[in-house]
């Protein structure tokens, strides 16, 4: 599979083994956050061993941001994969420049370059 994207300078191409690296990291990404859903689900589920009502609040609060943690990345894992599947994966959505190919291989879900999530970053 080779990913080409038109930029308003050049097209670049992620190499096929480089995209199917970064796919299999999606993938992988997409079953441990399941998995870390679904184990958060059963720790905090009424009548279970470890249910809320053994929790303290600090506890109950601290599986409610994991488990949004964990369904954020869920839902950027799935645009990435969508994106492969539609040819745009590797082009920033601001500025449609393709992003660094060491910049997917640390954040493989990243939909903007690193120049245009600072300026997100910083608000700009």
């Given at each position: 599979?080779?990913?080409?994207?038109?930029?308003?300078?050049?097209?670049?191409?992620?190499?096929?083994?480089?995209?199917?690296?970064?796919?299999?990291?999606?993938?992988?990404?997409?079953?441990?956050?399941?998995?870390?859903?679904?184990?958060?689900?059963?720790?905090?589920?009424?009548?279970?061993d470890a249910g809320l009502g053994r929790q303290t609040a600090s506890h109950r609060e601290v599986h409610i941001k994991l488990a949004d943690a964990a369904r954020m990345v869920l839902a950027d894992v799935e645009a990435a994969l969508t994106r492969m599947d539609q040819g745009t994966y590797g082009a920033c959505h601001l500025c449609r420049k393709p992003i660094d190919p060491a910049r997917l291989a640390i954040v493989p879900q990243a939909r903007y370059c690193a120049r245009c999530q600072h300026v997100r970053e910083a608000g700009l």
């Open positions: 599979m080779v990913n080409r994207q038109m930029t308003a300078d050049r097209e670049t191409t992620l190499p096929p083994a480089d995209l199917i690296a970064l796919r299999d990291h999606l993938l992988e990404q997409r079953l441990f956050r399941e998995a870390q859903l679904q184990q958060l689900a059963g720790a905090t589920a009424p009548g279970s």
